[in-house]
Nanobody, 123 residues
Framework: QVQLVESGGGLVQAGGSLRLSCAAS????????MGWFRQAPGKEREFVAA????????YYRDSVKGRFTISRDNAKNTVYLQMNNLKPEDTAVYYC????????????????WGQGTQVTVSS
């Protein structure tokens, strides 16, 4: 069992930065694939970024490449999402998720989810 708690969301102006954190509790965190997803009002949840247990493997959705960076610290059981040059279209609730089996871009393949943290980018 893994519990995930996100933090770091907030209100920021366009062009600004935020760093989201996801603290995980439970054993074997280092063996899980970790992902960030987001959901804007009236829209479906979408994949943002993922990182494998070997931190050299990462995936990003095209619209955040070059602006967002996912990383993890297995010693701290924490995964991060550094978000730079934020745009109003990045406004959403951001969710952290853990996958027991593999690195994935598909939300339904994740086993555990956090409660989400709101990110609002003003123009």
């Amino acid at each position: 069992q893994v519990q995930l708690v996100e933090s770091g969301g907030g209100l920021v102006q366009a062009g600004g930065s935020l760093r989201l954190s996801c603290a995980a509790s439970g054993r074997a965190f280092s063996s899980y694939g970790m992902g960030w997803f987001r959901q804007a009002p009236g829209k479906e949840r979408e994949f943002v970024a993922a990182i494998g247990w070997r931190t050299s493997t990462t995936y990003y959705r095209d619209s955040v490449k070059g602006r967002f960076t996912i990383s993890r610290d297995n010693a701290k059981n924490t995964v991060y999402l550094q978000m730079n040059n934020l745009k109003p279209e990045d406004t959403a609730v951001y969710y952290c998720a853990a996958n027991r089996l593999a690195l994935s871009k598909v939300g339904s393949e994740y086993d555990y989810w956090g409660q989400g943290t709101q990110v609002t980018v003003s123009s």
